[in-house]
């Protein structure tokens, strides 16, 4: 018999749950029109499914469905959220305030944005990933137009302080942005009480299919104006012009429902595991270092390093277990996670990181048997480098 694959890297993404495949399936083949065709009831029937997803998913972070919009996932709904804003509001200023830990699909717009003149300020965070508040009050100028930091980081797991940044924002009129796509599903976020205009959240994190993610985008008080980034048909209005992917945000919004509706339990079991894991590596490697906040994080997310031990050549050795060195999205960089390098601790830290995500279908027994093989391959490795 084969030894059973154990997977660990629940940050990156998730497997569908089968509940969710389970309303998925008829809108490939019974239910299979074109939500923007209206004229007959094939498009009728899709369009009024595409509906109750835009309910479910509004209703899980306190919004309106008619604030949420549809896309293809985190990233692009990255880009609409900084691309989008820069366009509308540049004529009020071309000053952007992100955070040096932000996912790429942050940092990688705000880079172009400073190709095209804009100023992006880069928050610096303390050793378990934070910003200061005091800093992000400190960084804002006249010309500031967007403050975009992520809800919970994805290598590290740390929780941003979304209310007190949401205040800050309000307080001076600025729109906030947030990258929800680990965070959302995992732990409670109300854009209304934590004054969050626009927030991306990805289906493919909470169970649900990938290729689709939604944005958040505040109707008034204030309303927050987005240009478009894909043109052709005005779908959206009119902001991500194309056909909806109609199974997929079918799925994304059931999943997102069950996140909701089972968030303490998961919150309680994830809990556990990760309490778990933590517990028995400190046992086994005294050394063994946490990267990221000890409390204020992702309840299924450990990140810890190894000293001596490249997370790459761990990786390698465990032949049963999937866990990764870092962003999934950075996977196949040689060059150390940038999350790791900004908490301080030096270039080594940041190549012996591995996280591990634990999820809905994971066991005791597969944590047990999973840490058995990681330490004993981090042994291994030990002895060979001795």
Partial sequence: MENKKIYLDHNATTQVDPRVLEVMLPYFTEVFGNAASIDHDFGYDAKRAVDKAREQIAKAINAQPEEIIFTSGATESDN????GVAEKYAHKGKHIITCVTEHKAVLDCCQRLEQQGFNITYLPVDEYGLISLEDLEAAITPQTILISIM?????????????????????????????????????????????????????????????????????????????????????????????LNVPGIIGMGCAIELAIKEIKAHTKKYKELTDY???????????????????????????VSIPSIESKALIVQLKNVAISAGSACTTT??????????????????????????????????????LTEIVNAIKNLKSITA
């Fill in 80 to 83: 609409i959220a900084l691309f």
């Fill in 151 to 243: 809800a919970a980081n994805n290598e590290i797991g740390t929780i941003a302080p979304l209310a007190g940044i949401g205040a800050i924002a309000k307080k001076y009129k600025i729109l906030f942005h947030s990258d929800g796509a680990q965070a959302v599903g995992h732990i409670p976020i109300d854009v209304q009480k934590m004054n969050i205009d626009i927030l991306s959240i990805s289906g493919h994190k909470i169970y649900g299919p990938k290729g689709v993610g939604a944005l958040y985008r505040r109707k008034s008080n204030p309303r927050a104006l987005l240009a478009p980034v894909i043109y052709g048909g005005g779908h959206e209005k009119g902001l991500r012009s194309g056909t």
């Fill in 333 to 370: 960089s040689v060059e150390p996670s940038h999350v790791i390098i900004a908490l301080g601790f030096g270039e080594d830290r940041a190549h012996n990181a591995i996280r591990i995500g634990v999820g809905r279908f994971n066991s005791i027994a597969d944590i047990k048997i999973a």
């Fill in 277 to 303: 894991i933590w517990t028995k590596l400190k046992e086994e490697l005294p050394e063994v270092l946490l990267n990221g906040h000890p409390k204020e994080r992702l309840p299924h997310n450990i990140n």
